[in-house]
């Protein structure tokens, strides 16, 4: 029997944990000066730090490409969030900047579910002309997680201290993925009816995933994640304060609400952009576009933007940027259904190794421009570290000139549809 009436409470369970991932992701940055001077470390081991979460993530998105497909997302997102709480609470009460990394290594490990478990879950419930609709309103949700996590993270911890707020993190998701447990199913029919569509046609998980990966259709959407969506995720993850705190004199709490304006414009673009393409039934002119937009911001950044444009020039970012959110349609529209998991989780997959390969990598810049002491970095020692942001941003462009466009429709059902007319 169809269960439709369930698809709110589905949706907003899967975006809760998707809430709580990007909170995660973002934290660091309004974090960045109680982080170093708790654990005393500089900015290429804040980098590694922050990374780490990254690290594991990316590691993550093909076996959850894979679990979401074989076990159901239901799983996936219960288990999850036990191991995300787990980990928020080792990172609240940890001792020492080992104990701190391995406790953001579990939340890493846990939230990296979210993403994939919530667009599967998509794929499943809404109708395939909405996908890119429904996921662009899963990830405003997200994004009001990354927002949490500045301006308004900035003020709480002069309230209390910032191993409390994570502690709390850890025990709400801890609650979050009970209801998940409770309130979710896999799909809209009964599970006996999906076991029963799917007789016949079951194959090893790992003959779909060649599949996916030999399909070079797929991988577009990989580079464009990775150039566009890894060096926001950086940026907004760790350097976005410090660099508006020492290259334009602003205090912490006045750069966190710059980033929060540059989150907010990106949750407002990505809105847009997921109904307006499908509306245009078109993918690849509206991530060329973005792409575009947002490589001529890091020109500007690296240039040098005068300190009463810099609001206008956050807002700009953030709006430009959210064109790598189709990826993760292209890339599920270009392979068979079933698979939809793992071909969302090789797009997903190149944001996260570029942001974990930026943040430490843009901390190493700053500590040779700075002799170690990223701290006292000016604008023009900034250059060098916004310089790699925008050469990864160009190999995001570079990937959209080769994103296949469908019409939003998936490649594989009309054919399967005249097969068995």
Sequence with gaps: MPKRGLRPLVFALGAAAFFLSFFHRVAPAALSAELSTTFEVGGAALGALAATYFYIYTCMQLPTGVMVDTWGPRRVLTCGGIVAGVGSVLFGVAPTVTAAAAGRTLV??????????????????????????ATAFGNVIGIGGALTATAPLAWVITLVSWRSVFVAAGVASAALAVATWLGVRDHPQDEADARTA??????????????????????????VTFGLSGTFMSFIGLWSVPFLVQSYGMSPLLASRHTSVIIIC???????????????????????????????????????????????MAALTGFSVTGFSLAWSCAKEVNRPRYAGM?????????FLAAGTLQPLVGWVLDMRTAGAPHTASLDEFRAGLAVLALFAAIGLAGAL?????????????AQAKRHS
Excluded: M
Aim: charged share 15%; glycine share 10%.
């Design 108 to 133: 890493g490990l846990g939230v990296s579910v979210a993403f994939v478990a919530l667009l599967k879950l998509n794929a499943n419930w809404f109708h395939e002309r909405r996908f890119a609709t």
């Design 198 to 223: 799917d007789t016949g046609t079951q194959e090893h998980w790992w003959h779909g995933l060649v599949e996916v990966l030999r399909n070079r259709a797929t991988w577009p959407g990989f580079w």
């Design 266 to 312: 990106s949750a407002c673009s990505l809105a847009a952009i997921g109904t307006w393409s499908d509306h245009l039934q078109r993918r690849r002119p509206l991530i060329l576009a973005s792409a575009l937009l947002y490589l001529g911001c890091w020109a500007a950044w690296i240039a040098g933007v005068p300190v009463e444009w810099t609001y206008a």
């Design 343 to 351: 071909a969302i989780s090789v797009a997903n997959t190149g944001g």
């Design 402 to 414: 080769f994103i296949r466009e469908t019409g939003c429709r998936n490649i594989w059902i009309p």
